[in-house]
């Protein structure tokens, strides 16, 4: 595996505001509301995802996983209007969805948590088999890197630059907290993704992991030195 080494980082016009939620008071403020709006971003721009397929009660769980760990930073992209119109969640490459839930179980309710359960299905487990075969993917890549867990934008407001300012607010902050590399990972399911992220300059395809005949994951890299 090769990591290309570039410094090289690009321009962008300012076209939004951007909030980090981890540096404000608004997250504390707007918690369920928060949680409830991108859910519903995600829920209604990425039908093919992971998450949407179980429906928006687990979209809505996983994105509460995420604000409650400490070690997630989201960005959000705000509008003269104040709506929402992308965000960005990322971690360190050692961030693990699993040992959220498990450090937080006590804190769900055991009623919402069993209705969670009941939302899995064949093509649930199907693509959970496929995230477990490229688990020794992971473990290639530079320890001190961060990985973007989620990155969605309003198809209202596509084509305005948001997702490539949301990704400059984001290697900011991994230039400042002296991360190595900045990893993407995507699938063949979200093809917007994948145009997105080879896009971008500075981002290289390092996996192209084939599971099935259907489903090919992507994985991208972008030096931070």
């Known amino acids: 595996m090769t990591f290309c080494k570039q410094k090289f980082l690009p321009n962008f016009i300012k076209m939004t505001d951007i909030i980090n939620l981890r540096k404000s008071n608004f997250l504390k403020a707007n918690y369920k509301k928060l949680i409830n709006e991108i859910s519903l971003i995600h829920f209604h721009n990425l039908p093919n995802s992971f998450y949407t397929i179980s429906g928006i009660k687990f979209v809505e769980f996983f994105y509460e996983l995420l604000l409650i760990s400490k070690k997630t930073n989201?960005?959000?992209?705000?509008?003269?209007?104040?709506?929402?119109?992308?965000?960005?969640?990322?971690?360190?490459?050692?961030?693990?969805?699993?040992?959220?839930?498990?450090e937080n179980l006590f804190n769900f309710e055991l009623s919402n948590f069993l209705e969670l359960l009941r939302l899995f299905n064949f093509d649930v487990f199907k693509r959970i088999f496929y995230k477990l075969k490229t688990f020794h993917i992971r473990k290639k890549i530079p320890v001190n890197s961060s990985q973007i867990i989620s990155i969605v934008v309003d198809k209202k407001y596509i084509r305005k630059g948001i997702g490539k300012q949301l990704i400059k607010e984001v290697i900011d902050e991994c230039f400042y907290q002296d991360f190595d590399f900045l990893i993407a990972?995507?699938?063949?399911?979200?093809?917007?993704?994948?145009?997105?992220?080879?896009?971008l300059i500075d981002f290289n395809l390092i996996y192209e992991n084939k599971l099935s005949s259907g489903y090919v994951e992507y994985t991208f890299s972008r030096s931070l030195k």
């Open 74 to 102: 989201i960005l959000i992209a705000k509008e003269d209007d104040k709506a929402i119109s992308g965000f960005v969640i990322w971690a360190p490459i050692n961030f693990s969805l699993i040992h959220t839930l498990i």
């Open 185 to 199: 990972t995507t699938t063949s399911y979200q093809k917007n993704a994948i145009k997105f992220y080879k896009y």
